[in-house]
């Protein structure tokens, strides 16, 4: 079955320091990989998407990692800042845009 | 340009009553889907609509329904409710004829059942 597995640790990291956040799915049919962040009270903001045809995307801040072989997924954020304090979602698409998520990963920036 | 939204965004039920929660989608899009998010985890496909029928349903009992309306807003009725399903529901709208259209969510409503 697809399933996107995180395990739901806390990552505590200095403000300017970079934050890595792994992610571990199932279903190697998946073709497209999607990191959310979602702030207390709110729902999941999209961060970046990868297709897979692509094992590194980069975007604002952000970067996004996929190796297939292993089947994981990864989320560098540089320089983190106290507004990246959130949790993070990993989710793997399938056809018609249905998302799987993981369980999710807390951050927290320290000043 | 009004992203997704949702409507109430609290709701207390007591066990046995019926919900209707309701989403308008982000300006242009078409397909509206709908999540649960039991707290700490992550959310949980319900059933996504697109030309107001149902495309595809996850893995919940029938007890959830939903509609979807010619300006695209839709909702989602809950019956018989149980304490389990006490949760954040999130709706999600994108572009149905577009692949991997990434998804916009609403800020959800959270529904306590009692």
């Known amino acids: 079955g697809e399933s996107v597995g995180l395990h739901l640790p806390t990552l505590s990291v200095q403000e300017g320091d970079n934050s890595i956040i792994n992610c571990a799915y199932s279903n190697s049919a998946s073709d497209y990989f999607i990191w959310y962040k979602q702030e207390s009270g709110k729902g999941p903001q999209f961060i970046i998407d990868i297709r897979s045809n692509m094992d590194k995307r980069q975007g604002q801040r952000v970067t996004v990692l996929l190796n297939k072989t292993v089947k994981h997924l990864s989320l560098q954020i540089a320089a983190t800042q106290p507004g990246d304090s959130a949790v993070y979602f990993c989710a793997q698409g399938a056809a018609g845009n249905k998302l799987t998520f993981g369980g999710g990963t807390r951050v927290l920036v320290k000043p | 340009d009004a992203g997704v939204t949702q409507s109430p965004t609290h709701l207390i039920k007591t ?100």
Do not use: M
């Open chain 2, 15 to 114: 066990r046995g009553q019926q919900v209707t929660l309701r989403c308008s989608p982000k300006s242009g899009h078409d397909t509206v889907s709908w999540y649960q998010q039991a707290l700490g985890q992550g959310p949980q496909f319900i059933f996504q609509y697109y030309e107001e029928e149902e495309r595809q349903r996850g893995n919940f009992p029938d007890r959830f329904s939903g509609h979807q309306f010619p300006n695209y807003s839709s909702e989602l009725n809950v019956n018989a409710l149980l304490l389990g399903d006490s949760a954040l529901y999130l709706c999600a709208s994108s572009l149905g004829q577009v692949l991997n259209s990434p998804l916009h969510f609403g800020n959800g409503t959270r529904l306590t059942v009692t």
